[in-house]
C-alpha cells in the first residue's frame, strides 16, 4: 500500500466527505449534488468504462447509481426538512 493517496483519489475522497456531509445536512444540495453527480460520472468512466461499456459487466453499478440519485437531487433539492429550506423560510 502507497504512503500517501494519488492526487485525484485525494480529491474524490475530500468531495466525497464533504460534500456527503453537505448533502446530509441539505445545505447548498443541489450545487453539492451537482457536483458529485459529476464525479460519480468521471469516477465511471474512468474506473469502470475501460473495462466494458455496460454497468452489469464492467461492475460499475454503485456509481452509476449514485450519479442518478444525486442528479435527481440537483433537481428535486434538499427537501422539507433540509438547512436551505430553513434558512430560506428565515429570510421571507
Not at 8 to 15: D, E, H, K, P, S
Not at 18 to 34: E, K, S, T
Not at 48 to 62: D, T, V, Y
Given at each position: 500500500?502507497?504512503?500517501?493517496?494519488?492526487?485525484?483519489?485525494?480529491?474524490?475522497?475530500i468531495i466525497e466527505t464533504?460534500?456527503?456531509?453537505?448533502?446530509?445536512?441539505?445545505?447548498?444540495?443541489?450545487?453539492?449534488?451537482?457536483?458529485?453527480?459529476?464525479?460519480?460520472?468521471?469516477?465511471?468512466?474512468?474506473?469502470?468504462?475501460?473495462?466494458?461499456?455496460?454497468?452489469?459487466?464492467?461492475?460499475?453499478?454503485p456509481p452509476?447509481?449514485?450519479?442518478?440519485?444525486?442528479?435527481?437531487?440537483?433537481?428535486?433539492?434538499?427537501?422539507?426538512?433540509?438547512?436551505?429550506?430553513?434558512?430560506?423560510?428565515?429570510?421571507?
Amino acid at each position: 500500500m502507497p504512503a500517501h493517496l494519488p492526487p485525484l483519489f485525494l480529491a474524490a475522497g475530500i468531495i466525497e466527505t464533504f460534500g456527503g456531509l453537505l448533502l446530509f445536512l441539505g445545505l447548498l444540495a443541489r450545487p453539492v449534488a451537482f457536483i458529485l453527480c459529476g464525479e460519480m460520472a468521471v469516477a465511471y468512466f474512468m474506473m469502470h468504462a475501460p473495462h466494458g461499456f455496460w454497468p452489469l459487466k464492467n461492475g460499475g453499478e454503485p456509481p452509476v447509481l449514485y450519479c442518478c440519485i444525486f442528479l435527481y437531487l440537483v433537481f428535486a433539492g434538499g427537501g422539507a426538512w433540509s438547512v436551505d429550506r430553513l434558512l430560506n423560510r428565515t429570510r421571507v
